[in-house]
């Protein structure tokens, strides 16, 4: 039998070129990417392992994203020993806190390469997986052991092959097919798998969409989301990443799935999607809880805080006004998006509206700063994430949608069909 | 240096399917750096008396997909703080389930165990043998041993005393 792309992508780290699903597989990283879980709990961890210098300062990325600037003196701390961190290992990649989130400005920086092993200290590292990596999220302890290795074991995964045909209609988003996919799965349907995309709708997207899809697949449990290079993929790293040498990783045609979902959206029609509280895979269609009065409306983060997402959130709101007693946020996923939505008008679009544009950071959507909701409080949202009490207080409730529906949600004071307005 | 895996003895705190990492430990108190201040919060929104009653030793029981969501290791540290001996899920979410034995903090996998055993009842649990006993009834419910490598990571503490162990420093 031949071999997922999952397999093939750890293969190529192993030191036997070995990766069969089910096997436990020591692998070579390529790139290490540490956010403040370094300043707050991996500085702790390497200080008990006696460790003395990083196994290679290149090939480590670090990012001040989820509380940036500071919020409070804690974060303020964790920042700071950080850049001391960063200075003493001599770590070429720092991502200070003006710079954005890390799952957007690594790709934006052209640090991910396809064919490549990624981790992050985060969970939605798998957003790499649309750039053809295998890429994953682990926490402290694993990445202390790989800053001072290099190398880490995995289980290699089996895989769900997801193949998807057809065109998506005006007004719906990458982010309302993945909420759909992943509320037929559940929140444990691909845990410990890989879900690995294919079809023309994957093979036709911009890399921001795919990066949305790759980004969600882990609130189904999946550990890697990797796709194939498509046409975008190419043109991307030509422009980010000229330097960088690399060749596409294929699945083998006769690879072993434990699962293939089909969704053919020619002949069945997707149409915007609502992630109802406390689970993303609580998807259902915007029309089953249009009409539901919201507090807030945010767009941002790594799911969805991208130039594309901006557009069509501006599309929208265009010359016209939120709801009276609505606040609208939106934060733009690096600085370099930001300065894009600056020269296409887009933030004036959104100041005009009503709405509050602020730097490029986690913020709301970890409930840190800059969006923390209140008892009671209902927001529509771009990200990832509506766990109670993901966003402030636990009596508060998020609906995640599209950047398209959330702007259109702003517009009316409560849920509303991106379509409709 | 290894430790000898003896069994755990405590009261059963029982919960549903997909408590995620927010219910364990809010983000909201990720910067927090201290965490004896960080274990105050545990189990804050599923069950707010968690942090007062909790006792040494203490068992989570849970439904399928303990520990879903975020990556962060604060989860299974804030439930050792707490005193918390095991863990008995009927599945594990995937950087949970690494994240539990390389902080010491033991997993067991027992199909239906939420079901099965009641809220403050007291049981034992055998890392070994891969069992659980509640103790008023005699019942004894069977789940997969511990794999081979979890298990080792276990006796040794955790994976930074692996690491030590592994790369000679003691």
């Given at each position: 039998m031949g071999y997922t792309l999952a397999e093939k992508l750890l293969a190529s780290h192993t030191n036997d070129g070995k990766a069969t699903a089910g096997d436990i597989v020591e692998a070579n990283v390529d790139l290490l990417m540490v956010h403040e879980v370094l300043g707050s709990r991996i500085l702790g961890v390497l200080e008990e392992m006696e460790f003395k210098k990083v196994w290679d300062p290149e090939r480590i990325v670090v990012v001040n994203d989820h509380w940036a600037p500071a919020s409070d003196i804690?974060?303020?701390?964790?920042?700071?020993?950080?850049?001391?961190?960063?200075?003493?290992?001599?770590?070429?990649?720092?991502?200070?806190?003006?710079?954005?989130?890390?799952?957007?400005?690594?790709?934006?920086?052209?640090?991910?390469?396809?064919?490549?092993?990624?981790?992050?200290?985060?969970?939605?590292?798998?957003?790499?997986?649309?750039?053809?990596?295998?890429?994953?999220?682990?926490?402290?302890?694993?990445?202390?052991?790989?800053?001072?290795?290099?190398?880490?074991?995995?289980?290699?995964?089996?895989?769900?092959?997801?193949?998807?045909?057809?065109?998506?209609?005006?007004?719906?988003?990458?982010?309302?097919l993945i909420l759909k996919i992943i509320s037929d799965l559940g929140p444990d349907g691909a845990n410990y798998?890989?879900?690995?995309?294919?079809?023309?709708?994957?093979?036709?997207?911009?890399?921001?969409?795919?990066?949305?899809?790759?980004?969600?697949?882990?609130?189904?449990?999946?550990k890697c989301a990797p796709m194939t290079v498509n046409g975008h993929v190419n043109k991307?790293?030509?422009?980010?990443?000229?330097?960088?040498?690399?060749?596409?990783?294929?699945?083998?045609?006769?690879?072993e799935y434990i699962d293939t979902r089909t969704y053919d959206i020619k002949s069945d029609p997707l149409g915007p999607m609502v992630a109802t509280p406390d689970s993303p895979t609580n998807g259902k269609a915007v029309r089953e809880v249009s009409g539901v009065p919201i507090d807030q409306a945010f767009i941002g983060s790594c799911t969805n805080g991208r130039i594309g997402d901006l557009e069509i959130a501006a599309k929208i709101l265009k010359g016209k006004k939120i709801r009276e007693g609505v606040r609208l946020i939106i934060t733009p996923a690096s600085?370099?998006?930001?300065?894009?939505?600056?020269?296409?008008?887009?933030?004036?679009?959104?100041?005009?509206?009503?709405?509050?544009?602020?730097?490029?950071?986690?913020g709301a959507c970890v409930g840190g700063h800059l969006g923390v909701l209140g008892a009671g409080e209902v927001c529509i949202s771009s990200t990832n994430r509506n766990f109670k009490g993901r966003m402030g207080h636990q009596d508060s409730r998020i609906y995640l949608a599209s950047p398209a529906t959330v702007a259109a949600s702003a517009l009316m004071g409560a849920i509303t069909d991106p379509r409709s307005v | 240096m290894t430790k000898e895996l003896k069994p755990v003895t405590g009261r059963a705190w029982v919960f549903g399917n997909d408590v995620n990492t927010d219910q364990i430990i809010q983000?909201?108190?990720?910067?927090?750096?201290?965490?004896?201040?960080?274990?105050?919060?545990?189990?804050?929104?599923?069950?707010?008396?968690?942090?007062?009653?909790?006792?040494?030793?203490?068992?989570?029981?849970?439904?399928?997909n303990f520990g879903g969501g975020s990556s962060r290791e604060e989860a299974p540290k804030v439930l050792l703080q707490s005193g918390i001996g095991c863990v008995v899920a009927e599945s594990f979410a995937r950087i949970f389930y690494r994240n539990g034995f390389n902080v010491g903090l033991p997993l067991l996998i027992i199909p239906n165990v939420a079901k099965l055993v009641s809220d403050g009842e007291?049981?034992?649990?055998?890392?070994?043998?891969?069992?659980?006993?509640?103790?008023?009834?005699?019942?004894?419910?069977?789940?997969?041993?511990?794999?081979s490598r979890m298990l080792n990571l276990l006796k040794e503490g955790g994976a930074v005393a692996w690491y030590k162990q592994s790369s000679g420093k003691h």
């Open positions: 804690n974060s303020a701390e964790i920042h700071r020993r950080n850049r001391n961190f960063v200075k003493d290992q001599g770590i070429t990649h720092f991502y200070d806190v003006d710079c954005g989130i890390s799952h957007h400005v690594l790709p934006e920086k052209g640090l991910i390469v396809p064919g490549e092993l990624v981790i992050g200290s985060d969970s939605h590292s798998t957003t790499y997986g649309a750039f053809n990596t295998f890429s994953t999220g682990l926490a402290a302890t694993d990445s202390a052991l790989i800053l001072a290795t290099g190398s880490c074991w995995f289980r290699v995964p089996d895989s769900i092959r997801i193949d998807v045909t057809g065109e998506l209609q005006d007004m719906v988003m990458s982010k309302d798998q890989s879900m690995e995309f294919h079809g023309d709708t994957i093979d036709t997207m911009k890399v921001g969409e795919r990066m949305t899809i790759s980004n969600m697949s882990v609130e189904a449990g999946a991307w790293m030509e422009t980010l990443a000229p330097s960088k040498r690399w060749k596409p990783t294929l699945p083998d045609k006769d690879a600085k370099h998006t930001w300065m894009m939505a600056l020269e296409r008008g887009l933030l004036k679009i959104f100041m005009e509206a009503g709405g509050i544009v602020t730097n490029s950071t986690c | 983000g909201q108190y990720l910067t927090l750096l201290d965490y004896a201040e960080m274990a105050k919060h545990t189990f804050e929104i599923p069950r707010p008396v968690f942090k007062s009653k909790v006792k040494k030793n203490d068992i989570v029981i849970a439904g399928r007291t049981v034992i649990v055998d890392l070994i043998e891969g069992t659980l006993s509640v103790r008023s009834s005699g019942d004894v419910l069977h789940g997969k041993p511990l794999p």
